[in-house]
């Protein structure tokens, strides 16, 4: 059983940075990418940032510049660093990661429960 448990999120004033961490646990052989996607009321869900294993990364335009996402492949973490945050920044943030279980089966997604962050004028 694969577990993606988020951490991190808050109320913040606009401006203000917030640090969230997602880590996967269970019976994992190798993580092939892992990321974040927000979901704000009445919108679908978004990509937010993505990291690779080897570390590339790729950002949505609307947080370049100011989130930063990394990893640490020995914890199975990733973290996303925002900071500049908006009030459009509001949303339920989703951890996802492209996994394996066993070196016989092929990568499956996973979903973390959702972490909210909201941001206050």
């Known amino acids: 059983q694969v577990q993606l448990v988020e951490s991190g999120g808050g109320l913040v004033q606009a401006g203000g940075s917030l640090r969230l961490s997602c880590a996967a646990s269970?019976?994992?052989?190798?993580?092939?990418?892992m990321g974040w996607y927000r979901q704000a009321p009445g919108k679908q869900r978004e990509l937010v940032a993505r990291?690779?294993?080897?570390?590339?990364?790729n950002y949505a335009e609307s947080v370049n510049g100011r989130f930063t996402i990394s990893g640490d492949n020995a914890k199975n973490t990733v973290y996303l660093q925002m900071n500049s945050l908006k009030p459009e920044d509001t949303a339920v943030y989703y951890c996802?990661?492209?996994?394996?279980?066993?070196?016989?089966?092929?990568?499956?997604?996973?979903w973390g429960q959702g972490t909210q962050v909201t941001v206050s004028s």
């Open positions: 990291i690779t294993r080897g570390g590339s990364t």
């Open positions: 996802n990661a492209d996994l394996r279980v066993s070196v016989l089966t092929p990568l499956r997604n996973y």
């Open positions: 269970g019976s994992i052989v190798s993580i092939n990418d």
